[in-house]
């Protein structure tokens, strides 16, 4: 965030108090009117503004504060935009549809369990989008669990572990970027760093789930239907992996993410024109408005509806609130003022990184919005992680490790609740069995004070 001078200097008890106030008022709104988070937020900006009016700050310096607070989260919201058109074009050039084809071939023998996940994560990948991810190949293997009458439970905790891992690991995943750009780290430099935490969960619960898995073999008879509707589609064929290869290709020569993305969305629509009957005027409404699937299979026509600019509105408007809040925060000096008594008492690495974790499960445990987790506790926690001398690679990847996969956990979250209905399984019946979203916190906890300190 652009840096912000308090206008104010409230007192500890003072500060702490309008904050859980604040955030109370947050919680109410979200968990119990389930309103979407961004009446609450624009509550809370109000809120504010009437505390700095109160505390004699002008209007103009709250407003320039806000507009500072937006500011910080432009070079998001500008590749919101470019994700909203890399995964249209990826559908319309066959990507997307390929790598899901690519994904349920896989599947089969006896690992039922540890076979979900690693399709879910596989697709998550795909999509960049867990609750998409969960609310189509999720159901569908909810589906298949139900018919060979094996535990619910344990394939949603797969289900939900395996798309969260593609959440994290996405490049076209909204809080992937998100937890980059608030911190200032390229975006595919971030998803190399949170890999040292994220492989080794990967690792530890493909194992688990292999050997909780039933012994019987499993029909997979929904698995076919998806394939035949996907290749019905028209849109799979060779030309469909250029795209995802020429994105490679980009990271590993480090070119920034947001030219990367749109080369390979630039060679996607291009690649489409030449394999689809679209012409440049439908390519030009589905950059903008997403792309609809048209098969006669209604769960592969769900999968692929999506994307477009449009698809990305409900986010960056999210983000630029949530920037705006985090702004008057720090006018206001509750921030800086709560910020101070903090780093006087945190001065190891393990210490400042179980806290950075501990707060981001806290805003996802109080308010249940991964966004604010993220968004919150990366303002908070910039200043201490250079003060300390630690990299901004290992705060983004703590953001991650303990904001984004600990939503799903918290019956009351945003994640939580979706997941829970559209799969029909309790929060708390499939939450030991994610075993994926319980390591990541913990892998980062314990080991998060070496990596921290590595590529400095």
Same mark, same amino acid.
């Given at each position: 965030m652009v840096p912000i001078n308090p206008r104010h200097y409230p007192s500890l008890m003072e500060a702490s108090l309008f904050f859980i106030l604040i955030i109370g008022l947050i919680s109410y709104f979200i968990i119990g009117l389930e309103t979407v988070p961004h009446i609450p937020i624009l509550l809370g900006i109000f809120s504010l503004i009437a505390y700095g009016l109160l505390k004699r700050i002008s209007f103009k310096d709250l407003q320039e504060a806000m507009i500072s607070g937006a500011t910080a989260g432009m070079g998001a919201v500008f590749l919101f935009f470019l994700i909203g058109i890399l995964i249209s074009s990826w559908i319309i050039s066959g990507t997307i549809p390929t790598l899901i084809n690519t994904g349920f071939s896989i599947i089969g023998g006896t690992w039922f369990y540890g076979i979900v996940f690693a399709v879910t994560a596989v697709i998550g990948v795909a999509l960049g989008s867990s609750l998409t991810t969960t609310a189509t190949i999720g159901v569908a293997f909810i589906g298949m669990a139900s018919a060979m009458d094996i535990s619910l439970?344990?394939?949603?905790?797969?289900?939900?572990?395996?798309?969260?891992?593609?959440?994290?690991?996405?490049?076209?995943?909204?809080?992937?970027?998100?937890?980059?750009?608030?911190?200032?780290?390229?975006?595919?430099?971030?998803?190399?760093?949170?890999?040292?935490?994220?492989?080794?969960?990967?690792?530890?619960?493909?194992?688990?789930?292999?050997?909780?898995?039933?012994?019987?073999?499993?029909?997979?008879?929904?698995?076919?239907?998806?394939?035949?509707?996907?290749?019905?589609?028209?849109?799979?064929?060779?030309?469909?992996?250029?795209?995802? %290869?020429? *994105?490679?290709?980009? =990271?590993?020569?480090? #070119?920034?993410?947001?030219?990367? /993305? !749109?080369?390979?969305? &630039?060679?996607?629509?291009?690649?489409?024109?030449?394999?689809?009957?679209?012409?440049?005027?439908?390519?030009?409404?589905?950059?903008?408005?997403?792309?609809?699937?048209?098969?006669?299979f209604a769960p592969v026509n769900e999968l692929?509806?999506?994307?477009?600019?449009?698809?990305?509105?409900?986010?960056?408007?999210?983000?630029?609130?949530?920037?705006?809040?985090?702004?008057?925060?720090?006018?206001?000096?509750?921030?800086?003022?709560?910020?101070?008594?903090?780093?006087?008492?945190?001065?190891?690495?393990?210490?400042?990184?179980?806290?950075?974790?501990?707060?981001?499960?806290?805003?996802?445990?109080?308010?249940?919005?991964?966004?604010?987790? %993220?968004? *919150?506790?990366?303002? =908070?926690?910039?200043? #201490?992680?250079?003060?300390?001398? /630690? !990299?901004?690679?290992? &705060?983004?990847?703590?953001?991650?490790?303990?904001?984004?996969?600990?939503?799903?956990?918290?019956?009351?979250?945003?994640?939580?609740?979706?997941?829970a209905d559209v799969l029909g399984v309790p929060v708390l019946e499939y939450l030991p069995f994610a075993f994926f979203c319980l390591l990541s916190p913990l892998i980062t906890i314990l080991f998060g004070a070496k990596t921290a300190r590595m590529n400095k």
């Amino acid at each position: 965030m652009v840096p912000i001078n308090p206008r104010h200097y409230p007192s500890l008890m003072e500060a702490s108090l309008f904050f859980i106030l604040i955030i109370g008022l947050i919680s109410y709104f979200i968990i119990g009117l389930e309103t979407v988070p961004h009446i609450p937020i624009l509550l809370g900006i109000f809120s504010l503004i009437a505390y700095g009016l109160l505390k004699r700050i002008s209007f103009k310096d709250l407003q320039e504060a806000m507009i500072s607070g937006a500011t910080a989260g432009m070079g998001a919201v500008f590749l919101f935009f470019l994700i909203g058109i890399l995964i249209s074009s990826w559908i319309i050039s066959g990507t997307i549809p390929t790598l899901i084809n690519t994904g349920f071939s896989i599947i089969g023998g006896t690992w039922f369990y540890g076979i979900v996940f690693a399709v879910t994560a596989v697709i998550g990948v795909a999509l960049g989008s867990s609750l998409t991810t969960t609310a189509t190949i999720g159901v569908a293997f909810i589906g298949m669990a139900s018919a060979m009458d094996i535990s619910l439970a344990i394939t949603a905790g797969a289900i939900v572990s395996g798309a969260f891992f593609g959440d994290k690991m996405s490049p076209l995943s909204d809080t992937t970027n998100l937890a980059s750009t608030i911190v200032g780290v390229d975006l595919f430099d971030h998803i190399k760093h949170i890999s040292l935490t994220t492989i080794p969960a990967f690792i530890i619960s493909f194992i688990l789930f292999i050997l909780i898995s039933p012994e019987q073999s499993a029909s997979f008879g929904h698995v076919a239907e998806y394939q035949t509707a996907l290749q019905s589609s028209g849109l799979i064929h060779w030309a469909s992996w250029i795209p995802l %290869i020429v *994105l490679i290709i980009c =990271t590993l020569f480090k #070119i920034p993410a947001f030219i990367a /993305l !749109t080369i390979s969305s &630039l060679i996607a629509t291009v690649s489409a024109v030449f394999t689809t009957n679209l012409n440049w005027a439908e390519i030009w409404t589905i950059w903008f408005s997403g792309y609809t699937g048209t098969t006669e299979f209604a769960p592969v026509n769900e999968l692929l509806t999506r994307g477009g600019i449009n698809s990305m509105l409900f986010t960056i408007s999210l983000v630029l609130l949530a920037l705006s809040f985090g702004g008057l925060l720090f006018a206001t000096g509750i921030l800086p003022t709560m910020l101070t008594a903090l780093q006087e008492r945190l001065s190891k690495v393990r210490s400042i990184i179980l806290s950075t974790a501990a707060t981001a499960i806290g805003v996802n445990v109080l308010i249940g919005e991964q966004y604010l987790s %993220i968004l *919150l506790t990366g303002e =908070t926690y910039k200043g #201490i992680y250079e003060k300390a001398g /630690l !990299t901004k690679k290992a &705060l983004s990847r703590t953001l991650e490790d303990a904001g984004t996969v600990i939503n799903p956990l918290v019956p009351w979250s945003v994640c939580g609740v979706f997941i829970a209905d559209v799969l029909g399984v309790p929060v708390l019946e499939y939450l030991p069995f994610a075993f994926f979203c319980l390591l990541s916190p913990l892998i980062t906890i314990l080991f998060g004070a070496k990596t921290a300190r590595m590529n400095k």
